[in-house]
């Protein structure tokens, strides 16, 4: 998630999701498919 200047944090994307009560990170499906990406080197 991310600070944006118009916005604030109301609008929330990114691959990890942040929860600003706890501060726990979880990780978005575009996350988990990001890492099969990299470790599989390919799109597909």
Do not use: C, M, P
């Not at 609008?11 to 990406?37: C, H, M, N, P």
């Amino acid at each position: 998630d991310n600070f944006e200047w118009t916005y604030g944090y109301s609008k929330r994307f990114g691959i990890v999701y942040v929860d600003f009560k706890t501060q726990e990170r979880i990780l978005k499906d575009s996350a988990l498919w990001y890492t099969d990406v990299i470790k599989n080197r390919s799109i597909e």
